[in-house]
């Protein structure tokens, strides 16, 4: 039970940074996307400094084949190349996040698919539920090209369903497996009063 109470928590938890990040990336496109791009070429200008001080402050005597210098330079143009075609890191964002929000659809068709395992009720309301994200997930993937800033504010909005539909599905499965659980302990508690009449 107790495994089961960190998952459901751990689940919320997922959902409500899923919508705050959602909710940055509808009101602060443009800044997310450029901040996107300097951080990762900052991370790359970082990596080359440090091979670039590796390599020098190496013992080429014990350390001859280590390629520090080629890391650093490699890091260093990438980092480059990065702030010069910021576009094309930024067209590339929709896609990651685009496949995210397919993965949180498939985990709510799942839900709906051990609903329908369990005979229990909601099964199709979850269904539904999945099917948009799924939907959301693929349009994300399939407009990456478009106009980053209209893309970056869709998938903020999907972001947002994607974390409000998994709070959704998370409390509703939560609630479905204690009223089973509660059900199967009524069972339970009438056989034993059962048991003890006969007796």
Same mark, same amino acid.
């Given at each position: 039970?107790?495994?089961?109470? *960190?998952?459901?928590?751990?689940?919320?938890?997922? %959902?409500?940074?899923?919508? %705050?990040?959602?909710?940055?990336?509808?009101?602060?496109?443009? +800044?997310?996307?450029?901040?996107? +791009?300097?951080?990762?070429?900052?991370?790359?200008?970082?990596?080359?400094?440090? =091979?670039? @001080?590796? @390599?020098?402050?190496?013992?080429?005597?014990?350390?001859?084949? #280590?390629?520090? $210098?080629?890391?650093?330079?490699?890091?260093?143009?990438?980092?480059?190349?990065?702030? %010069?075609?910021?576009?094309?890191?930024?067209?590339?964002?929709?896609?990651?996040?685009?496949?995210?929000?397919?993965?949180?659809?498939? *985990?709510?068709?799942? !839900?709906? $698919?051990?609903?329908? #395992?369990?005979?229990?009720?909601?099964?199709?309301? $979850? $269904?539904?539920?999945?099917?948009? !994200?799924?939907?959301?997930?693929?349009?994300?993937?399939?407009? +990456?090209? =478009?106009?980053?800033?209209?893309?970056?504010?869709?998938?903020?909005?999907?972001?947002? @369903?994607?974390?409000?539909?998994?709070?959704?599905? /998370?409390?509703?499965?939560? #609630?479905?497996?204690?009223? #089973?659980?509660?059900? =199967?302990?009524?069972? =339970? /508690?009438?056989?034993?009063?059962?048991?003890? /009449?006969? *007796?």
């Amino acid at each position: 039970m107790g495994d089961l109470k *960190k998952i459901r928590w751990d689940m919320i938890a997922s %959902a409500v940074i899923c919508i %705050a990040l959602g909710a940055v990336l509808i009101f602060f496109p443009k +800044a997310v996307n450029e901040m996107i +791009a300097y951080v990762i070429a900052a991370a790359m200008f970082l990596i080359s400094v440090v =091979e670039f @001080y590796n @390599y020098f402050k190496k013992d080429i005597k014990t350390d001859f084949y #280590r390629n520090d $210098l080629v890391f650093g330079v490699v890091a260093l143009v990438v980092g480059i190349i990065l702030l %010069a075609k910021r576009d094309v890191i930024i067209s590339l964002i929709p896609v990651v996040l685009g496949a995210y929000i397919i993965v949180s659809g498939v *985990k709510k068709l799942q !839900n709906a $698919l051990d609903l329908v #395992r369990l005979k229990l009720d909601g099964w199709k309301s $979850l $269904l539904t539920l999945s099917a948009i !994200n799924i939907i959301f997930g693929i349009i994300m993937v399939i407009c +990456a090209l =478009e106009t980053a800033k209209v893309i970056t504010v869709l998938i903020g909005a999907g972001l947002v @369903y994607s974390g409000a539909t998994d709070l959704f599905s /998370t409390v509703w499965v939560s #609630r479905s497996a204690k009223r #089973r659980d509660d059900e =199967e302990d009524n069972e =339970e /508690t009438d056989l034993v009063e059962i048991d003890d /009449t006969e *007796k």
